[in-house]
């Protein structure tokens, strides 16, 4: 039965309840008026019949009251109309916003409102939302094909803490192992954020999604972009959607997985490329580097450019606090910046200790710590509240194993490892204890075949590791300590 019908009947009887309590009491004082008059109390029939008559009417009235029930709560679904109707938004021609805002549209549009235009692009790319139909009455309950054939993650349960000097790990079957067709240079991987799957994607333009469970890592799906060797893809929307972006072309891929359907979205006017980007822990903002300092923040629903953010220097990497409320942002130059996004200003800088030129940086799960990686192969790991207060923080520790450029560094989810790796130099991959800060030493050997390593994610349970590299793979671990995916 729908939610409105229930409605109906609970206030059917409602109905009823009151009005017979309150012809009840109507009838009791007719019948102590009576016979406050009459002393005769022989029973008379017709009075009986048009007491009752008074009291509780016809029974064909009740049957009117549920055909006027009927009635109303269908005149109710008829006039349903939006919440918020702003009558200036129909003012705005396309022409006069793109003007106000100095860009320009690909080709032509067909809308004359740029109200119109606007709910023309969101249905396009996130489609009509259930909350927007005005004649929905049932939830929809389905659920994502793909997901379906994944198991969803259980809670995370207490757990001894992680050993300091050695990792019990063991190598499994290559997570893209099925596959190998992503592109020689495999640049991104990431775990699903609530399901037992994961993407693979690289410079063929390909992007995979594959069922993670360390034995088969049944591919499940892969969509092909020609001629887009993909730079970065990530999960978007709750893990419904994958973007892809490309170092060498102004626009964007969007690939839906609930809908199945895919989307070219261009980058906003002015903006050539989109390198790569991090998305925010709350899921609603996504920020990457430009080519002359800038940093953009964009909408992950509509995929709109919300500010533009301006370094003095080449700006390298960029990464969200845990309140989604700020941007801490590194590059060739020695200060870290900390960026207050609703204000849209840097709010503090701090010098990063012996760093010439900072190319990739991570803020762990709990806030407690950041790491920034220098391109001349030095790892500094601070206390966050260090750098966000001080002008020259003082590292908790300098880590000096790698030779080469940092070009990834990646917290666990129980902010327990610090991975590094350099895409430079065969088998340059650390991982790095906290709160010890000792480096793993049986990890990598000096059998690990891992080539040049260049992405890297934890499985949000910390007990898979993945890792890609430039010879096509995308390689699997798992991490024995952590019981849960």
């Known amino acids: 039965m729908c939610n409105n019908s229930v409605s109906t009947l609970s206030s059917l009887h ?5 009005h017979f309590l309150y012809n009840v009491l109507i009838f009791s004082i007719i019948i102590m008026a009576n016979l406050s008059k009459k002393k005769n109390n022989g029973y008379d029939s017709e009075e009986e019949s048009r007491l009752e008559r008074l009291v509780f009417g016809d029974a064909s009235e009740v049957i009117q009251h549920l055909a006027n029930y009927d009635d109303n709560d269908a005149k109710d679904k008829s006039e349903r109309t939006p919440a ?3 009558e200036d938004d129909e003012k705005y021609t396309v022409a006069d916003a793109l003007k ?6 690909p080709g032509g549009r067909p809308e004359k409102t740029y109200t119109e235009l606007l709910q023309n692009k969101y249905k396009q790319i996130v489609g009509t939302p259930k909350w927007a139909e005005l004649d929905r009455f049932e939830e929809d309950v389905s659920s994502n094909e793909l997901l379906k054939h994944s198991c969803h993650i259980t809670k995370i349960k207490k757990r001894k803490l992680l050993p300091e000097t050695e990792i019990d790990l063991k190598v499994l079957k290559g997570l893209n192992f099925k596959t190998h067709n992503e592109g020689p240079l495999v640049t991104s991987i990431e775990f699903h954020p609530s399901s037992t799957v994961a993407l693979v994607a690289g410079t063929a333009g390909i992007v995979s999604i594959f069922q993670v469970d360390g034995t088969e890592n049944n591919k499940l799906h892969s969509m092909l972009y020609k001629r887009f060797p993909i730079t970065k893809a990530k999960f978007l929307n709750d893990g419904n959607q994958i973007l892809c972006s490309s170092q060498y072309f102004s626009h964007c891929h969007l690939y839906d997985l609930i809908s199945g359907a895919t989307h070219k979205i261009p980058l906003p006017h002015g903006i050539k490329s989109m390198k790569n980007f991090v998305v925010s822990p709350d899921g609603k903002t996504y920020a990457s580097c430009g080519r002359f300092g800038e940093i953009y923040l964009f909408d992950s629903s509509s995929k709109e450019l919300i500010t533009t ?3 003095n220097y080449k700006c390298n990497a960029v990464t969200f606090t845990q ?6 942002t590194n590059g060739n130059g020695n200060e870290i910046h900390i960026w207050d996004i609703a204000s849209r200003r840097c709010i503090h800088r701090a010098i990063d200790d012996g760093c010439l030129s900072c190319s990739t940086i991570d803020l762990s799960p709990n806030g407690q710590f950041f790491a920034t990686g220098s391109k001349q192969g030095v790892v500094n790991l601070y206390k966050t509240s260090d750098v966000m207060e001080q002008k020259v923080p003082v590292p908790l520790k300098i880590v ?3 030779v080469t450029d940092i070009t990834a560094l990646k917290f666990n989810p129980t902010t327990e490892i610090l991975a590094i790796a350099s895409k430079e130099k065969e088998n340059a ?9 000792t480096v793993f030493s049986n990890f990598p050997t000096i059998e690990t075949k891992m080539s040049n390593p260049i992405a890297i994610d934890f499985s949000p349970g910390s ?3 993945g890792v890609t590299n430039n010879t096509f793979n995308a390689f699997l671990y798992r991490l024995k300590h952590y019981e849960n995916y």
């Open 100 to 105: 106000a805002q100095k860009r320009k549209l």
């Open 323 to 328: 309140d989604s409320n700020k941007l801490i």
């Open 309 to 311: 953010l301006k370094m």
């Open 463 to 465: 007990a898979y590791l």
């Open 429 to 437: 991959f650390k991982m790095l204890h906290i709160p010890s800060f």
């Open 400 to 402: 000096q194993n790698l």
């Open 14 to 18: 409602s109905y009823i309840k009151i």
């Open 84 to 86: 918020w109707i702003d």
